[in-house]
């Protein structure tokens, strides 16, 4: 068995395999996902968009590929916000990895 490349990784480690949260826009609990998640970077978005958006971030120091989502709901008394993230398993990573092509983030 290969070891996950996001195990130990001071950059990405510490988040878990899936995250959610939710949130009402005015609330006072800010519900935030895990710090680590700032460190991740942008390698595409694959909807833009206003309102929902689905991104694919990589962590920088281990390439782990990460699906980030947003999806919000409009109401009169605070909007509610959710969003997830995802760490892809090993055999999606390879796959990404195939189809973009030399991403200049890694390019260091
Ligand atoms: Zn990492």
């Given at each position: 068995m290969q070891n996950?490349?996001?195990e130990g990784?001071?950059?990405?480690g510490s988040l878990k395999?899936?995250?959610y949260i939710y949130y009402k826009d005015?609330?006072?609990d800010c519900n935030?996902?895990?710090v680590a998640f700032e460190n991740l970077r942008e390698v595409?978005?694959?909807?833009p968009g206003v309102a929902r958006s689905q991104t694919l971030l990589a962590c920088p120091k281990?390439?782990?590929y990460y699906f980030h989502k947003v999806d919000y709901e409009f109401f009169p008394n605070g909007s509610e916000n959710e969003e997830w993230l995802d760490r892809l398993?090993?055999?999606?990573?390879k796959e990404i990895n195939q189809s973009v092509s030399a991403p200049p983030l890694f390019s260091r």
């Amino acid at each position: 068995m290969q070891n996950m490349k996001h195990e130990g990784c001071e950059i990405c480690g510490s988040l878990k395999d899936h995250e959610y949260i939710y949130y009402k826009d005015g609330s006072d609990d800010c519900n935030k996902l895990p710090v680590a998640f700032e460190n991740l970077r942008e390698v595409k978005k694959i909807s833009p968009g206003v309102a929902r958006s689905q991104t694919l971030l990589a962590c920088p120091k281990c390439k782990t590929y990460y699906f980030h989502k947003v999806d919000y709901e409009f109401f009169p008394n605070g909007s509610e916000n959710e969003e997830w993230l995802d760490r892809l398993s090993g055999e999606e990573n390879k796959e990404i990895n195939q189809s973009v092509s030399a991403p200049p983030l890694f390019s260091r």
